[in-house]
């Protein structure tokens, strides 16, 4: 898939998420993303789908905040040779990066208006979910 393709169908399938109020400005800011920050967003909505444990319901800002948290621990933890508490130069980067996504991600769900809890309301796109 060519990079400009991927970038769009990231976007058009994130706007979809967002309540329909709210589509405009949800796709305005995420146009504005990277590549990397849009996988980091669909990655996590990803994981919100298949992991049954990440199915509590969080409305409030500071709630969403500490499910993002929880939710790159549990990365970090399968994955322990991306961990972010690594002290050499790569790490401290990455850990920047990560942190970059995390502020991202929570600015997303905050712009769209979404709940973490309504992946059980998201539309199928393309027949699949």
């Known amino acids: 898939m060519y990079p400009v393709t991927e970038r769009n169908t990231l976007v058009e399938a994130l706007t979809s998420m967002s309540r329909l109020a709210r589509r405009a400005s949800a796709k305005e800011f995420l146009e504005g993303l990277s590549t990397d920050e849009l996988q980091y967003i669909a990655a996590y909505f990803g ?31 399968k994955l322990p040779y991306f961990s972010t508490n690594h002290r050499s130069r790569t790490g401290t980067k990455r850990a920047g990066a990560v942190s970059h996504k995390m502020i991202v991600l929570l600015e997303f769900l905050t712009v769209s208006e979404r709940t973490v809890s309504a992946a059980d309301s998201w539309p199928a796109v393309g027949g699949c979910a």
Not at 48 to 75: H, N, V, W
């Open 47 to 77: 994981a919100r789908t298949l992991d049954p444990a990440m199915g509590d319901r969080f409305s409030t800002r500071g709630r969403r905040a500490c499910e993002i948290q929880r939710y790159e621990r549990g990365k970090a933890e």
